[in-house]
């Protein structure tokens, strides 16, 4: 660790016994703050991205700073490793470079606030809280260009720095990354909003403190991270086997005309340890689809896959990373060298939830989820309206749930579970757009006992010149099916002009002009489907016929023939028989055409070139050394 502010504030605490009913009132009392942090950001944050959708991670952590309760992991190992100055009562440390903290934040939009919790003249706990700013400079409005190929392209950077020292504002950082940002105020609102939602943690860490004890506190939150480490020491042991499994996928290409890109991981558990190995993914990218991908991330990400599928009720928290071995290849699309260009990795981030549900599912398919999580769609939207002032918008999409073993999944939802989508109404208030439609794209989930949640078609008509940039993936490979369950629906973008005249845009795309009276037509992919899709009810098929969420033609993927709005019994029963016989044994995994097929098809498929094989060089990232 590169400091020694932990251990010098260490005076000493007691160890004491804390009895259930105890530990379970601070466990609880923790989650309830953790939930405040979540409700003051949102309600003094000025940026759509936070304030509606939420796109802002907290945590409380131990004195040692491991999370006791939070969403996105703990950020701050990462933190110490990189940090090597002191750590005083009232300061308050803000970073967003990611080489700084060992990927701890991912790029550079997301400014991280570390807050040291301190009583009786030592730290007793950590608050933590980064949130994504709409804009922090940058060759392109809203900080993230897909062709960027270093990440000084990508906006300010901002090595650890006290924000707060011993209590003292240091207002001239603020104001120097503020004159960075094109949304200046916006950027100045949700940074103090993020402060703001930290102190509320510490507020409630005293206030427990003052209730229990500070000896009963520390002692709480190391026994909730041993009854973690516990809770999932158990899911390991029953749930991983000790031969190893592999996995691979693909993120479908880098914006400028290479891919796909494989991502592959090994799985296999050696005694109560299970270890995760990404050799074999391909190379970092001379663009900004890499993602510098923290092991204690990952972690979380392991871990709260076990969580949700093995067992709801374990408090997720930091407790067991010890049991979980990660090894992720320097100069690979995972953990790519400084300075490689970053501010594009959610394809990529997304793809790890697709590839961790493949793993863990193949010794026990009845547990497997088909893929969907995938990716985090983006719009950016800015220029300047009527009254010749700067407007610019940072929207989250959402795609479709994979299909999962106990039912559907969800149509047009996030990959994280808590964001929000921005209101059209707060759309069409504050930016210069109508949307035209907003509605579920049918038949885009695949098909299966369980269907795949179906993408969004939203339709957006621009009444002000301006320029958008669109991230997006699952456009070239498909999102798969499991047990027979069918591969999900690309996604697609269509530009149509005032004039009519129509192009389809690629899904990582910067710097379009957009005029008044043009309309983008922006479809998210759908999710995998689940389980033999011969085997679904053919009345909830019509039914969802009648609900917009399947057509006519769609329901011939689950052998369901229908007339005049209502199931031909005798010919769905003679065409599932047909389709049965025809398609011979049923597979795990279901990934659609091969990727030369997809190459083959693609121009006639999706009205866009398909992605050239990439071409593995160190990419020209000289500008300097760190």
Known sequence: MGTTFIETNKKSLKKVKIDPITLDLIGSALRNARVEMDATLQRTALSPGIREQGDAFPLIANRDGKMIVGQFGSFLD??????????????????????????AVSHNNDQLIIMPIFRNGRIISWASMFGHMTDIGGKVPGSMPNDAQSIFEEGIRIPPVKLYKKGVFQEQIVEIAAHNSRMPEWYKADLHAIVASCRVAEMRVHEICERFGDDVYNSATNELLARNRRAMRHLIMTSISEEPVSFEDYICDDGNGAGPFKIKCTMQRKGEKVYLDFDGTDPQSDYSINFYLNENMFRMFFGIYMVMVFDPQVLFNDGFYDLVEVNIPQGSLLKPDFPAALSCRTHALGRIFDVLGALLGQKTPDFLCAAGFSS??????SGFDENDEWYQLFQIGFGGIPGKPFGDGPDGHSLWPDFTNVPNEFLERYFPMVIEKYETEPDSGGAGIFRGGNGVNMTYRFTQDGQISIHDDRWFVPPWGVNG?????????????ADGTVEMLGAKVDRIKVHDGDSLQYVTWGGGGWGDPLERDPELVAKEIRQGLVTEKGALDYGVVISKGLVDVSATKTLRAKMSKERGKIEVFNYGPDIETLRKNS????????????VWKKAPLVEAAE
């Open 485 to 497: 369950g069918q591969p999900a629906k690309r996604s697609w973008k269509k530009l149509t002009r």
């Open 603 to 614: 121009m006639k498929e999706t009205g866009l070139p398909a992605p050239k094989q990439p």
């Open 78 to 103: 990462g933190f110490f490793k990189g940090y090597h100055g002191e750590i005083e009562e009232g300061d308050v440390i803000l970073l967003n470079d990611p080489y700084s903290c060992e990927g």
């Open 376 to 381: 985090s769609p983006h719009l950016m939207f």
